[in-house]
T-cell receptor, first 111, second 116 residues
Framework: QKEVEQNSGPLSVPEGAIASLNCTYSDRGSQSFFWYRQYSGKSPELIMF????GDKEDGRFTAQLNKASQYVSLLIRDSQPSDSATYLCAVNVHYGQNFVFGPGTRLSVLP | DTGVSQDPRHKITKRGQNVTFRCDPISEHNRLYWYRQTLGQGPEFLTY????????KSRLLSDRFSAERPKGSFSTLEIQRTEQGDSAMYLC??????????????FGPGTRLTVL
């Protein structure tokens, strides 16, 4: 079992819809969870992070964390074509140490 | 632009040659990470530094790879005797650790390596 798993997609949503991206992880000791967006040919850019169970909102983005079920999700409201990118989930799987990234989910927002 | 810079941005080399990449992190950041990313995959952890100390290396990392951060500022990643399988994007990231759990990392633009 891979440490961090994501559906590779592509996930296609119409413009203005809610895009839901999911990530599961295997290490119950994981402390920190991050969502990055990566456009083709570019490096990952941080969207948001979450440490505690529940929801965290930042503009059109909401991260949801459920440590008991070992999943973290990212909701993008009012999706725009400019949101079309690969979304990477990163998990700090060992306390205070390195990150493990999932393979990413490719999102396509259709005008 | 996150403030993390990498040089060169592109490198083409022949199999068997040595290559060295440089990363300059955000100036106040004490942690520096190296990752490798191939097409369709997420970044794969290689190694990281806390100040000048190299704290962890991936167990999958060949001994042809070595990294340094001599003064706790910039870092270099060297690959000796390159192989075609080393072709990838090499990403550097930095973070400021002010608490025990990991903080958000900021990535540089990457160095794309092509081994012929």
């Amino acid at each position: 079992q891979k440490e961090v798993e994501q559906n590779s997609g592509p996930l296609s949503v119409p413009e203005g819809a809610i895009a839901s991206l999911n990530c599961t992880y295997s290490d119950r000791g994981s402390q920190s969870f991050f969502w990055y967006r990566q456009y083709s040919g570019k490096s990952p850019e941080l969207i948001m992070f979450i440490y505690s169970n529940g929801d965290k909102e930042d503009g059109r983005f909401t991260a949801q964390l459920n440590k008991a079920s070992q999943y973290v999700s990212l909701l993008i409201r009012d999706s725009q074509p400019s949101d079309s990118a690969t979304y990477l989930c990163a998990v700090n799987v060992h306390y205070g140490q390195n990150f493990v990234f999932g393979p990413g989910t490719r999102l396509s927002v259709l005008p | 632009d996150t403030g993390v810079s990498q040089d060169p941005r592109h490198k083409i080399t022949k199999r068997g040659q040595n290559v060295t990449f440089r990363c300059d992190p955000i100036s106040e950041h004490n942690r520096l990470y190296w990752y490798r990313q191939t097409l369709g995959q997420g970044p794969e952890f290689l190694t990281y530094f806390q100040n000048e100390a190299q704290l962890e290396k991936s167990r999958l990392l060949s001994d042809r790879f070595s990294a340094e951060r001599p003064k706790g500022s910039f870092s270099t990643l060297e690959i000796q005797r390159t192989e075609q399988g080393d072709s990838a994007m090499y990403l550097c990231a930095s973070s400021l650790e002010v608490r025990i759990s990991a903080s958000e990392q900021f990535f540089g633009p990457g160095t794309r390596l092509t081994v012929l």
